[in-house]
């Protein structure tokens, strides 16, 4: 869920981001509006002409076209790893599903979490689940961003929220 909020949330700002920003007027008269692709210098801003004046023209800058590539370029890694975190939630949902028991599939996540099938049994899943309840959401937002995989607690939670798929 978290990777679909970011890559919507950077959607969001990318759109922004050629939308107007500014608009600049004269006696209550829209002289000229610009975005934020015309700001950073990406895009060409036209100047209008005022009492007979050529217009001027401000060439876009190749440097700035660049640098906004390699910013673009440098978030796809953060795309990929939201990508990642989800398809792992997807598969523990799956498992979850494949073995019919919330309880089994908890079993086996509590086995990932302490690391041993002999100490799996006695690990509390409640205690974990808590964990994930008590966490700072900004914290917890911001190790997701670098995060490869989801928390043991996180999908946890996830295997009880998809309660709808159990029979019983």
């Avoid at 002409?49 to 190749?62: C, D, I, L, V």
């Avoid at 660049?66 to 990929?80: C, K, N, R, T």
Wanted: charged share 20%; net charge positive.
């Amino acid at each position: 869920m978290n990777g679909k909020i970011s890559s919507c949330l950077f959607g969001f700002i990318l759109l922004c981001f050629f939308l107007p920003w500014f608009n600049v007027s004269c006696m209550n008269e829209r002289v000229m509006t610009l975005s934020g692709s015309q700001l950073a210098g990406i895009t060409e801003i036209k100047e209008p002409s005022f009492a007979g004046r050529a217009k001027a023209r401000h060439e876009s800058e190749p440097l700035a076209v660049l640098i906004f590539f390699f910013v673009f370029v440098g978030l796809i890694p953060f795309f990929y790893s939201a990508y990642s975190r989800s398809c792992e939630l997807t598969a523990d949902r799956i498992g979850a599903y494949l073995c019919g028991s919330r309880e089994t599939a908890n079993r086996a996540l509590a086995m990932l979490a302490c690391g041993s099938y002999t100490l799996s049994p006695r690990t509390n899943i409640a205690a974990l689940k808590d964990q994930e309840r008590q966490l700072n959401k900004f914290f917890a937002f911001i190790g997701d961003l670098f995060s490869t995989h989801p928390r043991i607690t996180k999908r946890l939670m996830e295997i009880e929220n998809a309660a709808h798929l159990f029979k019983a």
